[in-house]
């Protein structure tokens, strides 16, 4: 294949060149080779464009920072091969690619399959946090636990030759590209969104998935105006792979059935059901709620509170946030909107220093002032923002000659027990 076009997707394409063109997006840590087992039929009907994640399959490791971004970088690809209408499957994150291409560009795609997804994948403070064992350790901990994500006791069991091919292919991701992978699902929400999904979506989930299983699948279903539920038994999350023979039926008759062929703005209409005994869900047609106006500041610049929220959450993680304003009162409450307002959305938020500059500048700051409860927050948050655990070493090292050693030894060994537990993948 010849070299990667900047801002485009690595991509394989089969079937006919006439066929209509059906896109099928991978999950995090997979290659286009998630779908071998759907090709040799569905090629026999549409033209099928496979592509892989920045970094993932020996693709170029361009890493890309939002599902937006993957979107923007797929329709590219999508251009460059002269393909302006499609149908869209993806499977987890692939998914969320899907999702964002039918919010943002509707004109483009004729019908959609969503695959062990969800508007909201997990916890964001999940996503950072897997993102820092990887900085640290290397994708070796993913693949480990890759199978029994993936794959279903039964399944792993009998198939070790998959299981291997599993693990391999999260081994040969580029690390940076999984991290980014990482942020742009703990960045990715789309629950307020669904009701503006104007194209016959399948929502395809296996039965035993526990990474995104049934609720979340449901929770699309509810959300999306013409969305049908299929749930695949004895599937894991990759069900293509667990269960191709089912997915394949459910994919080649939801495309077969519910394919807009207009370019424009398409309206809602009832799909038919798919040819299985997958339990259907009655639709709920959920309006989108009018955006809001940002306050303004009696300068009439924009109120930094939302900012600096978005912020504190991104640095600090959802947990120790919610715990923060959660707790305050009539007494504490003004403390925390100054917090949030003034040193996340007014000074975290300039563009002079990036994020892991300015956690260097926090945890010297934490340091020398003997602030250690902030400086163990402050660890957390600069593992968040990219920082190893070896240049905090050089950060508290640097200090030391300028600050002291006894408060030195004091934040080694807070920020020690933080990194020690940040860094060990959890279960």
Known sequence: MSEIPPNTLQYRVDGPDDAPVLVLGPSLGTTWHMWDRQIAELAERWRLIRFDLPGHGGAPARPAGSVTELAERLLATLDGLGVRRFGYAGCSIGGAVGLELALRHPHRVASLALVAASPRFGTADEFRQRGVVVRTNGLDPMARSAPERWFTAGFAAAQPAIVEWAVQMVRTTDPGCYIAACEALAAFDVRADLGRVGVPTLVLVGSEDQVTGPAE??????????????????????????QPAAVTDLLAHHFATSWHDTLTAVPVIQSAAPATSAPVLPVAEIAPAAPEQPQQTPAGRPDPYDMGMKIRREVLGDAHVDRATDTADAFTGDFQELVTRYAWGDVWSR?????????????????????????????????????????????????????????????????????????TPRA
């Open 351 to 423: 563009e002079g220093l990036d994020r892991r500059t300015r956690s260097c500048v926090t945890l010297t700051a934490l340091l020398a002032g003997g602030h250690l409860d902030d400086l163990a927050v402050h660890t957390r948050a600069a593992l968040r923002n990219g920082l190893t655990p070896a240049e905090i070493r050089e950060v508290f090292l640097h200090a030391a000659v300028y600050c002291g050693v006894p408060a030195a030894n004091a934040a080694f060994r807070v920020a020690q027990a933080v990194i020690r537990e940040e860094t």
């Open 217 to 242: 699948a449901r929770t699309l279903v509810a959300g999306i105006p013409d969305a049908r539920l299929a749930l695949v038994p004895g599937a894991s999350h990759l069900a293509p792979v667990e």
